[in-house]
């Protein structure tokens, strides 16, 4: 399988796409100035305590204040409250791990009460991004992720993932850990790091250490409370950090500062394997490139098709996902129904596997299969379900049909989930419906040339359109792109932009700026 990471950077945003075979199997965008990101690490005040929910609000600077329940204050919270608090006391005081002084861990029947008030400093992380109406959930219980190693300050135990079955391995990768860590940090083991050299493992867990040291030293300076200790490794990264696989051969990325970023860190990660990150520097957008465009298009939006006709209609609500499962235009005959309906939803749990993933969609998931009689068939749906969800890296539950043929699943939800606004806007008549003969877009076009060239004083520039906008200009022996030269110099290019509506266009500067080409002229 040829797996690729498409990144397309834009000032505003960063669009991640995983393709396998060529197929979109993963989509993501996040705005460049994003905040309260997964991992972020705040010095917070607690704003409120809840002993009915035995929880507490916490500012940590987000317009709803956080949400963190006692459960997640962690077992180490006296240990490490009381460190923080004399930190922030002797701000010209060197911060030292070694000096932590071990205290009574919290009992799992405790009160938020007895350990929190309101007004006091507390160090938090984020671990579910603000969704809906929801503020951040936050824990007590600070981790630094790495590639193979998560760094738990104030903890004392080396944990093994559960994925690495060898016990001679389990047994080497502790003793390495053991050998090496420091007092007073914990160490958990991520399945990546099996078969990692010692070496490896030592880097990385110096890593890790040199960020914790350099958040305390930020904790010490923080002037104003909210404020920001560790802000988490761009999404990107992230991606790589979690979901990195020795098969990819190749992320493609069109920011030259992003590159630099993502090569770093594979040569980090991956010494032997930095070759696959590539820059993409041609005027074409990235994503029509690389067939990306179309299947955004298609595979998002409230009706998606799957295979003959059949289609699922997928709707979003506050509390859960509801799918819906259509043959749509397939053979309805009597003696072929069950034999139909099963085939529908045997492709249909196919495309809902895939569209969780792309979709990032997660809580609660209903799916209203076709009705189905036999026993047999349902579990078989059921089971290619499950199957399905293996290859899915977020924590997930898929339950068997209910008599209603119903079948639900539960999957792990840390981000919103990802929506894109598949119905467009005309960008010339702005809804209304109306517009200009588009005959006389070519002419429009030219006048706005007329006006980089004259006005702007711009000569050399890129302008966007619509593919088929593009094929007309460029047809016949001396086309309309080529008098257009002729007129205006050689200097300026015309390309085709697939995710563009017909009449809509862009000019670009030599240096990737867009050229503000408004007057007081309009097409409509």
Known sequence: MESKLILDVTPEQIAIALTEDGRLVEFSKESREASFSVGN????????????????????????????????????????????TNLRNNPKKAPNMNKVQPTEELPKDGQITDYLVGGKEVLV????????????????????????????????????????????????????????KPANYGVIVRTVAEGKSQEELVNELHVLIHRWEEALHALQRAKQVPSLVVEEIG???????????????????????????????????????????????????????????????????????????????IEHTEALHVIDVNSGTRNKSSNLQEENAFEVNMAAVDEIAHQLRLRDMGGIVIIDLIDMRTAEHKHQVYERMCDNMKSDSAKHQVLPLTKFGLMQITRQRVRPVTEVDTLETCPT????????????????????????????????????????????????????????????????????????????????????????????????
Request: charged share 25%; with cysteine.
């Open 41 to 84: 690490i705040y010095l917070a005040k607690v704003k409120k305590i809840m002993p009915g929910l035995n929880a507490a609000f916490v500012d940590v600077g987000y317009e709803k204040d956080a949400f963190l329940h006692y459960l997640d204050l962690g077992i180490q919270f006296n240990s490490s409250q009381q460190f923080v």
């Open 125 to 180: 992380q984020v671990v579910k991004e603000p969704i809906s109406t929801k503020g951040p959930r936050l824990t007590a219980e600070i981790s630094l992720a790495g590639r193979g190693l998560v760094l738990l300050p104030f903890g004392q135990k080396v944990s093994i993932s559960q994925k690495i079955q060898s016990n001679e391995e389990r047994f080497r990768l502790k003793k390495i850990i053991q050998q090496v």
């Open 429 to 524: 008549c702005h809804g209304s419906g109306k517009i200009a003969s588009s005959i006389l877009f070519v002419d429009f076009l030219a006048s706005r040339i007329e006006m980089v060239e004259k006005q702007l004083k711009t000569k050399r520039f890129v302008l966007y359109v619509h593919p088929f906008v593009y094929a007309f200009l460029r047809q016949g022996c001396f086309s309309i792109l080529c008098r257009w030269r002729w007129k205006y110099g050689f200097r300026f290019k015309v390309l085709p932009n697939y995710d563009y509506s017909l009449l809509q266009y862009r000019f670009v500067d030599s240096d990737g700026n867009e050229l503000d080409v408004q007057d007081n002229r309009k097409m409509v």
């Open 235 to 313: 999404r990107a990264e992230a991606i790589l950090r979690d979901h990195f696989n020795p098969n990819y051969d190749q992320i493609v990325v069109n920011d030259k500062e992003v590159y630099e970023a993502l090569k770093s860190y594979v040569s980090l990660i991956e010494p032997s394997r930095t070759s696959i990150v590539k820059y993409y520097d041609d005027e074409l957008p990235i994503f029509d490139v690389y067939n990306l465009t179309k299947q955004i298009k298609s595979s998002f939006g409230r009706i998606v098709p799957f295979r003959k006709g059949a289609y699922l209609v």
